[in-house]
């Protein structure tokens, strides 16, 4: 029997805090530092990858993200949206901006970089594509390729209102610290399932985002990366 989607992440029981894992160097978290990190990557498997369960599924369908790392003066800071809440998929979450690969995009850097241009209107030419994440299945039956990039200011959003309720930026050192990691364990008839989530609450609004599931575990695939 499949897992269930899970519908109510935040009333699933926390089991855990990862705060026995060190947080990235701040050192290792600089532009600089990243484009070095990416150019001497040898092949690599992430530990989280995602449902196995449909990984050989017949209907699979390749999608992108874009882990776009915003250049700030305080450091680095993750391009993140809140997806509408009427969409079909994953549907008032928080994600990278991304989406389903179309026959002639090309590759999953042509696919995240055409989906940020659609869903957040983040101009190409401000976009500097680092290199790629092992790919993710999601319990949707899509493989996301995450790129990762560095995104340089100035540059001025404009969003696609029917797919994205809102972009949000968050530093990238508080989502490369563990201690910030909560494990969720959901349980279910036939079994359990655990995941990740990483709540922020941004200081100046007062909002708060819970990132959990596909983007929390890329993100942790990212920090695992650049802990190597």
């Given amino acids: 029997m499949p897992r269930p989607r899970i ?17 990235v160097d701040p050192a290792h978290l600089t532009a600089e530092a990243m484009r070095q990190r990416f150019n001497q990557s040898a092949a690599w498997d992430a530990p989280i990858r995602g449902d196995a369960q449909h990984r050989s599924s017949p209907d699979m369908q390749a999608a992108a993200v874009l882990v776009g790392l915003v250049q700030r003066r305080d450091g680095l800071h993750v391009l993140l949206t809140r997806r509408t809440d009427h969409l079909r998929d994953h549907a008032g979450q928080i994600s990278f901006p991304g989406g389903r690969a179309e026959p002639d995009d090309g590759g999953a850097v042509a696919t995240a970089l055409r989906e940020a241009e659609e869903e957040v209107g983040l101009a190409r030419d401000r976009v ?85 599931g596909a983007t929390a575990a890329m993100l942790r695939n990212l920090y695992h990366f650049l802990s190597r």
């Fill in 128 to 212: 500097e594509v680092l290199g790629q994440l092992p790919d993710y299945t999601t319990v949707t039956r899509y493989v996301v390729t995450p790129v990762v990039a560095l995104v340089h200011p100035p540059f001025e959003l404009r969003i696609d209102t029917f797919e994205v309720a809102e972009a949000f930026e968050v530093p990238l050192s508080f989502l490369m610290t563990p201690a910030h990691h909560r494990r969720h364990v959901f349980h279910w008839d036939e079994g359990q399932h655990q995941f990740l989530s990483m709540p922020w609450r941004a200081a100046l609004q007062g909002n708060e985002y819970f990132i959990w």
């Fill in 7 to 23: 519908l109510n992440p935040h009333a699933v029981p926390v089991a855990g805090h990862d705060t026995h894992l060190e947080p």
